[in-house]
């Protein structure tokens, strides 16, 4: 289970370590693509073709269907780590997640989130304030 946050920073090769008790979740290799809200979302492989089974599966027919597929699909890229434990982010998908220097590596059960740190600390602001409004959904739900 990937959980936990982690601050680290790119170097100057765009290279991003991994911490280490995440490394072995990954097997060595991920799939790096855009996220939501800003982010990149990196799974481990076998994650990302449980991902890719339920995105084929929505209907063609619906527009946004489509261009969910497409965003998440086109944006993809397969990593690996290297003996250091890290791995290269195309300069792309650094440009769509404003990724400069400080990173934040967010753990969300079955992938991880990277961040622009400055991103993430303006998100994590924003849904502390709407926490008891969450929970107040979820349980509307069920949860």
């Known amino acids: 289970m990937l959980i ?5 920073n790119l170097d100057e090769k765009k ?15 991920g799939i790096l693509t855009k996220g939501l809200e800003g982010c990149l979302f990196l799974y481990p492989k076998k ?11 929505l209907p063609l027919g619906k ?8 965003m998440l699909l086109a944006g993809a890229v397969e990593v ?8 290269l982010i195309p300069d792309y998908l650094k440009k769509y997640a ?4 400080r990173v934040v590596i967010v753990g969300v059960h079955t992938h991880l989130e990277i961040w622009a740190e400055e991103k993430w600390r303006e998100y994590q602001k924003k849904c502390e304030k709407e926490m008891e409004e969450f929970a ?8």
């Not at 936990?4 to 680290?8: A, L, P, R, S």
């Not at 527009?63 to 497409?70: A, C, L, M, N, P």
């Open 63 to 70: 527009k946004e269907t489509r261009h969910f597929q497409r």
């Open 15 to 29: 290279r991003l370590l991994l911490p280490a008790k995440i490394r072995k979740d990954l097997g060595g290799r």
């Open 80 to 87: 690996s780590l290297d003996k250091q434990g890290r791995i």
């Open 4 to 8: 936990g946050e982690y601050h680290y």
């Open 136 to 143: 107040e959904k979820l349980s509307e739900i069920g949860f």
């Open 98 to 101: 404003d990724l400069e220097k």
């Open 47 to 57: 994650e990302w073709e449980k991902l890719v089974k339920k995105i084929s599966d």
